[in-house]
């Protein structure tokens, strides 16, 4: 009997053994296979020149998505520079008509139809905050710059006249209506503050921007030191005009625009995803300095200007946007030395949040072309055609700046938004440890007043038992 079960484990053994065989052949096969397979996949210089030919093509893609409207500046002022009758006022197109007035009321119209009520309903009553905002903007940058100017006409500083006054002019502007918003958000910023005060600050602009220039005209011209500013940038400024043509081409279009999204949310949402507004609006900001500086290169304006002088507005306009972007980081965080002064409850009062300082940095340092350049327009009508394109030269420098300056800007705030995100974190955390400790130290006192009376009662009890057993010894029993 042992000697058949031997034999019949054997014989199974043997008979399931030439599978397992089979399986670990077969496994090998797979390995090999698959080593023939990776051995095949080896690729050929062909396909790797093609590989990198697409990569390289997906990283210039990407780069133009995010910097295609510096480059179209460059384009727009080439084909300004090569073909100045096209774009030029009275010429082929009729820009005065067909780019001066239509693109500023499509850019407007799309900017009412980008702002979002609800959003802009959320942070209405952040009087304090938007006020801040404003007066940085369009109160201490246009009278810092203004009297900085008047400084370098005093010293007869070796820079074209008519681009310092350009600078005065392009810090009366307001902040920008799209940039801004966006570089708050990818900060990590309050966006709703810095939308609120993007379509505040633009409105504001029509009446503050208008009357800044024509205060700061008179002595700027009567301390230039050329006498050509004061033929070109000179004259009086009808303001009653200003502000009909600006209501016309900015105000109305923004109202129009915001009336539209109010009535019809969801399709205006779905329709400016579609055609992309944004990419419109900033197209046919691109039309307007295609206009303008064709109608500097006609009248010969940039003839006077050097090279050291556009360098030196470059300079000026680095300098200007990290000074304005440190001081509204002072002003909103209000920092003070609290190991000598300790802390003071009523100034962290006055403090804002690292999200709220974002959009304040942005909304304040910022200044627009969309607004500027229409401003202007109006203001120098009367004037040299050419003058228009000088005078706007700083504030389109200073707007290229700013998105570089912005966009680095952009990667540091991100860091510090997200440690104090940590630090408040860290704090909530040891507080809530710190009641938890408090709790049970409250927990464990009562636990030990609870035994205390318990022990005290069981004494009690027990002596009274004690008592009782003395005087009556037959309860006991």
């Not at 009553?125 to 203004?146: A, E, K, M, S």
């Not at 709220?356 to 009508?381: E, R, S, W």
């Not at 006192?445 to 008592?467: F, I, Q």
Request: aromatic fraction near 8%; include cysteine.
């Amino acid at each position: 009997m042992t000697t058949l079960k031997e034999a019949s484990s054997f014989a199974s053994d043997v008979t399931f053994s030439k599978p397992f065989q089979q399986q670990k052949s077969h496994l090998g096969k797979q390995q090999s296979t698959s080593f023939s397979e990776k051995s095949v996949s080896v690729l050929s210089p062909k396909e790797k020149r093609s590989n990198k030919l697409q990569k390289i093509k997906s990283t210039a893609k990407s780069i133009f998505l995010k910097y295609w409207f510096l480059l179209g500046l460059v384009i727009s002022i080439i084909l300004a520079w090569r073909f100045p009758d096209v774009g030029r006022k009275n010429g082929y197109i009729h820009a005065e008509w067909s780019i001066k007035w239509g693109a500023v009321v499509i850019i407007f119209l799309i900017s009412g139809l980008s702002l979002r009520t609800r959003i802009l309903a959320q942070t209405l009553l952040r009087v304090r905050l938007h006020l801040l905002i404003q007066v940085i903007n369009l109160v201490l940058i246009p009278f810092f710059v203004f009297g900085l100017i008047l400084l370098f006409f005093k010293l007869h500083m070796p820079v074209n006249s008519l681009l310092l006054i350009g600078v005065v002019i392009a810090a009366s502007t307001p902040t920008t209506v799209s940039s801004n918003v966006v570089m708050t958000k990818n900060a990590n910023g309050n966006e709703a503050s810095a939308l609120m005060n993007a379509a505040l600050g633009n409105v504001l602009g029509i009446f503050v921007s208008p009357a800044l220039v024509s205060v700061f005209q008179g002595p700027l011209i009567a301390a230039s030191p050329e006498d050509e500013s004061a033929n070109t940038a000179g004259g009086s400024v009808d303001f009653g005009m200003v502000l009909k043509q600006l209501g016309l081409t900015v105000l109305l279009p923004l109202v129009v625009g915001q009336l539209i999204q109010i009535a019809f949310t969801e399709p205006v949402a779905k329709f400016k995803v579609k055609c992309r507004l944004s990419d419109v609006s900033s197209f046919c900001l691109l039309l307007m300095v295609w206009s303008v500086f064709s109608d500097a290169v006609h009248a010969g304006s940039f003839s006077a200007v050097a090279g050291k002088d556009i360098a030196a507005i470059v300079i000026l306009n680095f300098c200007f946007y990290i000074l304005f972007s440190l001081s509204s980081l002072f002003l909103a965080r209000l920092p003070y030395p609290k190991s000598v002064c300790g802390r003071l409850k009523w100034l962290d009062n006055l403090q804002y949040s690292r999200e709220d300082t974002v959009a304040v940095m942005f909304c304040g340092a910022t200044k627009t072309v969309a607004m500027g350049v229409p401003l202007i327009n109006v203001l120098y009508q009367k004037g040299d055609p050419g003058t228009i394109g000088v005078l706007s030269t700083p504030l389109l420098l200073y707007h290229v700046e700013q998105l570089i300056l912005g966009n680095i800007e952009v990667e540091i705030l991100k860091k510090w938004v997200a440690r104090g995100k940590r630090r408040l974190e860290e704090q909530k955390a040891d507080e809530i440890l710190d009641d938890n400790s408090s709790d049970q130290q409250q927990t464990t006192t009562l636990a030990s007043t609870h035994l205390n009376r318990d022990e005290e009662s069981a004494y009690d009890s027990g002596v009274t038992r004690l008592e009782d057993a003395h005087y009556n010894p037959h309860k006991g029993q």
